[in-house]
Each structure stands twice: as C-alpha cells, then as structure tokens.
C-alpha cells in the first residue's frame, strides 16, 4: 500500500514537475530568447505605404505583406463581438491563457480525440503567434511553440490593455491572398473600409480566420458561408445578437465585391515611377535625418500628382478605342498579303508582333506635375512603359524646327518654297507633301497649320542644323539628331515623356520644366517627411515671344489642320493646340496638345515597325492616336474640378503678335517669284544648298 503510494506520488510530481520544467526551461531561452516587455511594447507590424491620388483616392501600396493598420475608431463593435464570441468567449475574464479551455482541449482533444472542440488558444495566443512566428524544433516542435505562446501571452497582457490587444490582433491576424489585418482584407473581398462592414460581412471575415484558405469566399463561397453563419451564431449564443438577427443575416446570400488592387489597378505603370522617385526621396531623407524608412514595412503615406479622374479616362479611352483599331488591323494581316507577309511566322509570336501598343501622358506645363500615366494596354502581359519608349516622331517633330527658326529672326508670314526638289547625294531624294500638291507658298504659320513637308524642308535649310540640334538638346532630347535632309520630315526620335516635357515650353511661356510626380511624403501619423518644392528658377529654351508665336500658330493647326477632328468630331471643348505625327508606312501614330493648364501625348503603335496600318484612313496619327486625347478629355471634361486644371484659355495677342500672324497661308507665286524661278536649281547639293540659303536669308531678312 505505501509503496502504491509512492509510487503515485512519484508519478504525479512527475506529471506536474516536467511541464513545470519544460516551461521553465521555455522562459529561461533554452529554446530561444523570449521578447521583453519592453521590446513588446516597441512592436509595430509592417504596414504597406499607401499611394494616393492628387484628390487623396488610394491607387496604389508598397508592401512586403499587404496591411494597412487601423485604429479603434476606425473598427465597429460588432466586429469585436464577432471576433471574441467566435475565437476567446472568456478574453475579458483571463489574463492570456483560459484554463477552462485547456481543460477541456485536454479531455476532449487529447483523451477523447474529439477534434471539435477547438484548439483552446486565446486571442491573445494568437496574438503572439502572429507577432512572432513559429519556429521549426527538431523535437516537440509543437508543444515548445505552445509554451513559448502562452508565456507570451501573459507579457502582452501585461503590457498592453485588453481593447490595444484586439487592435494589434485585427491588424496582424492574416486572410490569406498576401493579406495582412482586417483593412487588407475588407478592401480585397468588399472593396470596404473596415469601419463600412456590414454585421454578415465582419461575421464572413472573423469566419475565414478558423481557415483561411478553406473559408475563402471567392475560392470557396459555400464554405464561406456556412462558416459565416457559425460565428453569426455564436454572436447569438453570446447574447451580442438577438434570435431573429442571426436568423435573418444568416439568410442572405453571398454579396462580395472582389477588388485584387494590388494585381491591377487604375496607374500600374505609373506606380512603378513613383516607387523609384519615393526611394530616391527616402534616400535622401534618411541622410540628413538618420533615421531609415522602409517604403514596404513603414506605412508610409505618398500623396501623388496624379489625377485620378484624369488617369480613369485615359483607361475609358484605351478601352474604348484601341480593341476597334486592334480588330481592324487583325483584319489586314488576315488577308491573303497580310499572310504572306507573316506566313513563317508561328501563331503566338505573329499575335504578339500585332499587339498594338499605346501610351498617353498628361503634365502640368506650369509646374512640371504628372497629371496621368497610361504606359500601356495591360501591365501585367505588357509591362514595357510606352511612356519611355523611343519611336520616330514624323510631323510632331516640325514645331522644333519653326521654334529654331523663329528664335533665329523668321517671321511667321515669312513665305516657303512649296516647289519640288531633288537632293544629289542621296539617291536622288525628294521630299513630298502628304497629299503630293506642289507650287505656290507657304507661310510659317499655313506651312505648320497644313503640315505641309516641302515648305517645312525649305524652313529647315533655311534654319540650318545646327540651331535645330541645340534647340533640341536644350529642350532635355537624349536621342541625338543626324544632319541629314530627311530629318526635317520627323526621322528624329524620341518618347512620349520627352515630347510633352518639350512642348510645355509652347505652352507656358518658354521654360523648361522638370517632371514630378510625388507631391509628399508622411509618417504613418501624419507627419510631413517631404514636400515637393516649387521650383521658380527655370531654364529657357524659348523666348516668350516664339513661344507665344508657337502657340498660335499650333493652335490654328488644331482648329483647321489635322488635328480639328478633336472638337469637331469628339466635341472637346476645352481650346487646344498641337500637332499630329505620322511615321513612315505609318509605323507609329502621334498626337501632342496642349493649352497653358495640361499638355497631352499619345502614341500608338505595334512594337516593330514592320507592323502596321497599311492607309492613313486607319493608321494615321489623326485616326490613330488623336482619339485617345480627345476621348480622355472629353470625359474629363464632366469633372468640374479637373475642368478648372485643364480648361484653361491661351492669353490674348497682343497687337504686335497678331500682326506678325496676319497674313494668308497660302498665295500664288508673284511674277518675281517665277522670274527667280528660272534660275532655281531643281537638283541641289544639300550641304552647299543649305549653306547659300543661310547666307542670303542672313542678309536679306535676319532684322
């Protein structure tokens, strides 16, 4: 009998002593250093950087998990009640560890293998796990990441107060998908703010914490619901809920909202730029500061120069108008030539090869702000930025050629050969006019107005290379310009970013801006880390004066040149001036307006040019590229804040500006100008001839 009892005795100190000891050897760091109270109190997640518009609309995060971190304000109460009748009945009446629940995991779990009964972790526990992980033991992995947990668990009781706990559980706890926190998860499944949740919707996401891949609602709604409707229950077991409400909420059907932001979303291309121009910034930051930021871990705020009505409408007008042109050039290459043309080619890469591809900038020419981005037709099976890439920029090219005139003394009713000419040395080259006329005279302004080639090649021999080249690079080009006759039909290239950086200087007066697209950077509490500085030291590329002289006469070539279809066919109201481009073959389409609030490019084109429209009804810059400005500002157009930005009138003439465009654009040759004739050579040496011209436009007219 008493050996009976010792025996008893020994067993049960044995019982109660190792897990005594294994606890203690847990908390001493045997298997690992526990965190400290203050080391808990220091803890903060890692929240992803929001990106935001220039209206403060969320397009964009940077994270390494994908939370957003929330106050109690911003969670209802009967998320709370969800979460605690669902997950720890008891979390007001333990400090960390429920015993009664232990109890029962024990008897039911582990004596009964009764695998419904829970597993008996308190919010708190899981807590802790979702701060720290768990590790891989070699042995008893599970019951030293228990007991790591429980002791844990007592230290975050005592360093944080039981409402801090569930906020720091709600904004760590993960919904699968890469998602971390309720905010996360309530944008992903219901395109809702945590604190818009309705009662069904707070139930369906506390439900998927139990599993959150089986209880995923968009892989598996049924589970989901179901799910749903235990913890709407256990609302009602708990008395948080009546009978009748939990009855009729779990009635009703699934209603989710998917919205997989960080997949795709309203600037891809955009948040690319800024995520390097915001690290450059942090850099820069940190120097000066000392303090490291992390734009994936710190819940960084960057409030952009985007628009996000604007970019909205340049993505309608993607939509809209490029699966029509995509379809009609489909339509070529599956005629008979078309075949031919790509018969050697496999089907896959033929389809790639005639993708049409497409950008669309908008900038602030007054402070150098990016207004919209569309780098492409779909980030993510086209990430390649049309915005940077080089292409041949055909007639929108000629205003940098009559910019270097006019800032060279010729005036706009100076009047242009429009007779034909042949070039030795160059295979006998010859430039044309898009519809073949000849004879007559141009003015500057008619020859621009009309895009009109053989006067715009008499301009550029005129002018002279070299002031066109250091007008160009001036203007910040990288692409360096050839000296050679065709230049002056747009053989330069250059990218959609480059054009309108160049052509805000018609538009604001002369300056060259520089593009931004960050207006600040905060501290998750609000704090300005950076403001973007306005900058009042410009460079000019332009005097005023040809600046001006080049907005009216790009003005006039939108309202009766090539570019009229813009409010006559698409109805844009808001005054404008530009040009459209189109390369050879027509290769790629072009199309570049402005006013003094918005300059605006676009281009179209297939990613070779080998690829492309083979008439101008479809693959000019006027049917090509034009429609996508016009449509994206005719949408814009019913923003009436945006409408304030970019509706945005050209000062008027002054006397002396309308007098030097006062002059018609074309005339016939006068008697002198035949009579000159007669000793003009039709065939020229293109050095010498240039050379001669300049010389005598130098004596004749340089004032």
């Known amino acids: 009998m008493k050996k009976g009892w010792k025996i008893s005795i020994t067993a049960l100190a044995f019982i109660i002593g190792l897990p005594l000891l294994f606890a203690g050897s847990v908390y001493a760091g045997l298997f690992g250093r526990l965190p400290g109270k203050k080391q808990l109190s220091l803890y903060r997640n890692a929240t992803a950087s929001l990106v935001l518009s220039s209206e403060g609309e969320m397009i964009g995060k940077y994270y390494s998990e994908n939370r957003t971190t929330i106050t109690r304000d911003q969670i209802p109460d009967h998320l709370i009640n969800a979460l605690i009748a669902t997950e720890d009945a008891r979390f007001y009446e333990h400090r960390g560890i429920d015993a009664r629940s232990l109890v029962r995991v024990f008897f039911k779990t582990i004596i009964f293998n009764d695998r419904s009964a829970g597993g008996g972790s308190t919010i708190t526990q899981q807590l802790a796990k979702n701060m720290y992980g768990r590790k891989d033991y070699l042995i008893l992995p599970v019951f030293i990441n228990k007991t790591r947990e429980a002791l844990l668990a007592g230290r975050i009781e005592k360093v944080f107060s039981k409402e801090e706990i569930l906020i720091l559980y709600l904004n760590t706890v993960s919904f699968g998908e890469n998602l971390y926190g309720i905010e996360a998860a309530s944008q992903r499944y219901f395109s809702s703010t945590t604190d818009a949740l309705t009662m069904e919707e707070a139930a369906l996401l506390v439900g998927m914490l139990k599993a959150n891949t089986s209880f995923n609602p968009r892989l598996y709604p049924d589970n989901a619901v179901r799910r749903r409707n235990v913890v709407l229950k256990q609302m009602e077991k708990y008395g948080y809920i009546g009978s009748m409400k939990a009855d009729s909420l779990c009635a009703l059907p699934l209603k989710l909202n998917y919205n997989k932001t960080d997949i795709t979303g309203p600037a891809d291309y955009f948040l690319v730029r800024v995520r390097a121009e915001a690290e450059r910034i942090l850099k820069e930051i940190s120097s000066y500061r000392g303090r490291e930021w992390d734009i994936e871990r710190d819940g960084l705020i960057i409030t952009t120069t985007l628009s996000l009505p604007l970019q909205l409408a340049a993505r309608e007008a993607f939509m809209a108008h490029l699966p029509k042109m995509q379809k009609r050039l489909d339509e070529q290459y599956n005629t ?149 006759p065709s230049l002056a039909m747009g053989t330069a290239e250059a990218s959609i970013l480059e054009v309108a950086l160049a052509y805000s200087s018609f538009a604001n007066g002369g300056e060259k801006i520089t593009p931004y697209l960050i207006e600040s950077v905060k501290s998750p509490d609000g704090r300005i880390l950076w403001q973007h500085t306005p900058s009042f030291n410009r460079d000019r590329v332009l005097s005023e004066r040809s600046a001006t002289l080049m907005a009216a006469m790009l003005l006039k070539a939108i309202r009766e040149g090539t570019g009229a279809s813009v409010h006559s066919v698409y109805g844009v109201k808001v005054p404008l001036a530009g040009k459209t481009g189109t390369s050879q073959n027509y290769a790629d389409a072009w199309f570049a307006a402005f006013n003094p609030g918005i300059v605006i490019v676009s281009r179209v084109g297939a990613s070779t040019p080998s690829i492309h429209f083979n008439n101008s009804r479809y693959g000019s810059g006027s049917a090509l590229a034009l429609p996508l400005v016009a449509m994206t500002l005719k949408k814009a157009e019913k923003e009436k804040g945006l409408m304030t930005r970019i509706n945005v009138p050209f000062d008027p003439l002054s006397p002396e500006l309308e007098m030097a465009l006062a002059c018609p654009d074309f005339r016939d040759k006068t008697f002198f100008d035949r009579l000159f004739d007669i000793f003009k050579e039709k065939e020229i040496d293109y050095e010498e001839a240039g050379r001669r011209r300049r010389i005598i436009r130098g004596r004749i007219f340089r004032r």
């Open 336 to 484: 008979s030539s078309g075949r031919r043309a790509l018969k050697e080619i496999p089907d896959s890469l033929r389809k790639m090869m005639t993708t049409l591809h497409a950008g669309l900038l908008a900038i602030d020419p007054a402070t150098g702000a990016v207004m919209a981005w569309a780098g492409g037709i779909d980030f993510k099976t086209q990430p390649y930025d049309q915005i940077l890439a080089r292409r041949q920029l055909a007639s929108v090219f000629k205003p940098f050629i009559f910019a270097a005139a006019l800032e060279d003394g010729i005036e706009p009713c100076q009047y242009l050969d429009n007779d034909s000419v042949v070039l030795s040395g160059f295979n006998n080259w010859s430039p044309e006019n898009y519809n073949h006329s000849y004879g007559g005279k141009y003015s500057l302004a008619g020859a621009l107005a009309h895009s009109m080639n053989i006067p715009t090649f008499s301009l550029y021999m005129m002018t002279g290379f070299k002031k066109v080249d250091r007008l160009w690079r001036e203007m910040g080009f990288s692409y360096p310009l050839e000296d050679m």
